[in-house]
């Protein structure tokens, strides 16, 4: 008889308990974001589409197709072209740098293995598209130009000499 | 001839009367049978009551899923319409547009007709439900005997669609369903009893004045109250004994086959059992329509939904039961209570 008032008790106990908790709740604000109105604010490091930034100082992009980050990348997303002067001899500049992003898994590789800090991940992520051609971009004609704290971060990743 | 608005809002019995006596005179001066301006009334009043049903679903599901969001931290429905409560409006055009299944092997007339069987009991209750002073279809002198008699029906359309269905998990559904009635109706009915017989008359109407003045059956009965809370929202199959349509263990349970129409007659009967057990519990233990100031039908409205948010509350928080669970908890637990609640009641009511 003990035993199952105490397990009436208990039970009760337990109820109230569970409602006081979605009582709580009740007064907290809704985490919800109105997706296409409302935009999250992206931690710096977010992994979004490969960009290639200007650098403010010399107006032009950091790539001595060197071709380090075409070899690093799992997918062969990479296809870059060097620039041939009109000596014809090979300039360390990329007169193509064909990023193809429908097989970009976003792994961060080929940033790793710039030694100049010529690309970064931006956090552009809205980048469906209706048709598979457009996926292709030739980042070195993209001319992007970074900003605000990602702009920083990336000023700051890159102490070493300058690309000659 | 101006509208006597305010007495129609406070106390409607009069005006009403009123208006009914004026159109029989004059229907009587054109010679024609009183029977058939009968008739026409309760034609008018069946219509209302469909059009109140089919507003109030509409709304109290809106509600439900606001109350869901508020607690899962979510924001709801908001975005057809203001705040969204246009969004049921739209859920139902677009429910009403798909194509009506029948599946093989189905047998006709109790698939076809479950969907009826279950929603017309709750359509007949609203004809001893009292909305206000006055303002109740019809006061039968056995109102409880009729609520309990006829809520019991719609266990015949949940099983006819669980049977109909030729489907295993709406069987199930049906099995279930048919169980969890009968076993909550009876604790269900003994926390109805107290209530009796403190009134000393089963008239919805009776049971409402004698709570007049405050002294609501919820403080004298709280737990009969807690109990019929629990009964009825067991008997609606709501969460946390919504096992007849559980959806991780059944698909929809006794549901599965419905779409269209007949699925939107289920919902719509669901909703609608939710406000009558709510508005039952109001008339019953908090005094139905009686509240200061504003008309009674605003109060029986709010506290209504008062008591609609309790059971969302209760929906929103707990898991669902296991079967086994569902009958010890009734059998075991809210039986031996209420049983124990209406001895202690009677011996309180002799010696006092």
């Known amino acids: 008889m003990t035993g199952y008032l105490s ?17 709580k709740h009740c007064f907290r604000k809704p985490i919800t974001l109105q997706y296409p109105e409302e935009k999250p604010a992206l931690p710096l490091r977010a992994r979004g589409r490969l960009v290639m930034p200007v650098d403010p100082a010399t107006g032009a992009n950091r790539c001595t197709a060197c071709l380090l980050c075409a070899k690093a990348c799992p997918n062969g ?7 041939v002067g009109e000596d014809g001899k090979p300039k360390p500049r990329a007169a193509k740098y064909l990023y193809r992003s429908g097989n970009c898994m976003y792994c961060n590789l080929c940033v790793e293995a710039c030694p100049f800090a010529a690309i970064i991940m931006s956090d552009e992520y809205e980048t469906g598209t209706r048709d598979r051609e457009s996926l292709d971009a030739d980042l070195a004609a993209e001319n992007h130009e970074l900003k605000g704290s990602k702009l920083s971060w990336w000023l700051s990743k890159f102490k070493g000499e300058e690309p000659s | 001839m101006t509208l006597p608005l305010k007495e129609l809002l406070y106390a409607p019995a009069a005006p009403l009367a009123a208006f009914a006596a004026k159109a029989h005179a004059l229907w009587a001066a054109r010679g024609l049978p009183s029977s058939v301006l009968d008739l026409l009334f309760q034609l008018a009043i069946a219509a209302a009551v469909s059009g ?28 057809v319409g203001p705040f969204g409560l246009l969004q049921t409006l739209a859920d139902t055009l677009k429910l009403l547009s798909k194509e009506d299944l029948n599946p093989r092997g189905i047998d006709p007339l109790a698939f076809w007709l479950a969907p009826l069987l279950v929603f017309i009991p709750a359509f007949a209750v609203f004809l001893v439900i009292p909305f206000g002073d006055g303002l109740i279809a019809g006061d039968l002198n056995i ?15 949940i099983l006819s669609a669980g049977w109909g269905s030729n489907n295993k ?19 269900m009915m003994l926390a ?3 209530v009796v017989m403190l009134t000393g008359s089963m008239r919805m109407g009776a049971i409402v004045d004698a709570q007049a003045g405050y002294g609501w059956f919820a403080f004298m009965q709280p737990v009969a109250f807690v109990i019929f809370l629990i009964a ?22 006794f549901n599965t086959e419905y779409s269209a129409m007949k699925f939107s007659l289920f919902f719509l009967a669901e909703y609608t059992n939710l406000f009558l057990t709510s508005a039952i519990a109001v008339s019953l233990f908090l005094g139905g329509w009686e509240g200061p100031f504003l008309p009674p039908v605003v109060w029986f409205l709010l506290k209504t939904y008062f008591v609609i948010t309790l059971l969302c509350w209760a929906r929103w928080t707990f898991p669902r039961i296991r079967v086994d669970q569902l009958m010890q908890f009734s059998w075991k637990y809210l039986l031996p209570i209420a049983l124990a609640n209406l001895l202690l009641s009677a011996a309180a009511m002799k010696l006092l």
Do not use: H
């Open chain 1, 7 to 23: 397990e009436i008790y208990d039970g009760i106990k337990s109820l109230c308990a569970g409602l006081g908790v979605t009582l």
């Open chain 1, 77 to 83: 997303s990479l296809e870059i072209t060097k620039a």
């Open chain 2, 52 to 79: 109140f049903i089919t507003v109030n679903a509409l709304f109290i599901i809106w509600f439900d899923r606001k109350i869901a969001a508020l607690m899962q931290l979510r924001k709801g429905p908001n975005r």
């Open chain 2, 143 to 157: 109102g409880i005997l009729y609520i309990l008699a006829i809520s019991g029906l719609s266990v015949i359309g």
């Open chain 2, 169 to 187: 998990y709406s069987l199930i559904g049906g099995l279930r369903s048919a169980a969890q009635m009968v076993s909550y109706e009876v604790p």
């Open chain 2, 192 to 194: 109805i009893l107290p």
């Open chain 2, 232 to 253: 009825g929202n067991a008997e609606v199959n709501r969460a946390p004994f919504d096992l007849p349509e559980a959806e991780s263990e059944l698909v929809a349970g």
